[in-house]
C-alpha cells in the first residue's frame, strides 16, 4: 500500500477509481427495496379521517336510557315527551352515599379541630414559658418540644448571667 501526500491526492482519482465493496452495493439495494415497500404499503393501510359537523338527531319511535351509575331516582326534571337540548339535566340519581361521605367527613372536622385546640394549647405554652402540654396522648408529642423549648431558655439565661458575672 503506498502513501500519498497532499499535493499528490489533490488532482488524483484514486478515491473515484475504486470499486466499493460487494456489502456496500447489498446495503444500497436493501435500503432501496425497504423504502420502496414502505411507499406501496403505505398507499394500501386503511387511514381514519376525522369529520367534524353540526346537525340534529331525530329519533323516531321509542329511545331507552341508561345511566353511567346507578342509584336511585331523586328528581326527575323533564317529564316524558318533553324536548331536551344539549347538555339539559334530565334527571338527577343518589347513590347513597351521601350519608357515609357527610360522615366521615365530620369525623376529619372533628380531628382538625381537637388538633387546633392542640396548636392553641401549644403555642400559649410557647408565649408563657410555662408547659400547658400533657405528656400524653395527642398532646405527648408537644409536650416534649416545649420542654426541650424550656429547657434551652434556662440554659441561655444561665449562660448569659454568667457572662454578666464574668464581666
Not at 420502496?36 to 353540526?54: C, D, Q, R, T
Not at 403555642?123 to 395527642?138: F, I, P, R, T, Y
Not at 434556662?154 to 454568667?162: M, Q, R
Request: glycine content about 8%; aromatic content about 10%.
Amino acid at each position: 500500500m503506498k502513501l500519498y501526500n497532499k499535493s499528490e491526492l489533490r488532482y488524483s482519482r484514486i478515491f473515484f477509481d475504486k470499486k466499493p465493496p460487494a456489502y456496500a452495493f447489498v446495503l444500497i439495494i436493501s435500503t432501496a427495496l425497504i423504502l420502496v415497500g414502505a411507499l406501496i404499503g403505505a398507499a394500501y393501510i386503511p387511514k381514519n379521517y376525522i369529520v367534524k359537523a353540526g346537525g340534529n338527531a331525530v329519533i323516531t319511535g321509542t329511545e331507552f336510557l341508561s345511566a353511567v351509575a346507578s342509584g336511585k331516582v331523586v328528581t326527575m326534571h323533564k317529564s316524558e315527551g318533553e324536548a331536551v337540548k344539549s347538555g339539559e339535566l334530565i334527571l338527577s340519581l343518589s347513590s347513597g352515599q351521601e350519608g357515609l361521605q357527610a360522615d366521615s367527613l365530620n369525623k376529619q372536622l372533628e380531628k382538625l379541630h381537637a388538633k387546633e385546640a392542640i396548636f392553641q394549647k401549644f403555642e400559649q405554652s410557647l408565649n408563657e414559658k410555662v408547659n400547658h402540654m400533657a405528656n400524653s396522648g395527642e398532646e405527648q408529642e408537644y409536650y416534649g418540644k416545649v420542654e426541650y423549648y424550656l429547657s434551652q431558655l434556662t440554659s441561655e439565661s444561665y449562660n448569659s448571667d454568667s457572662q454578666y458575672s464574668k464581666l
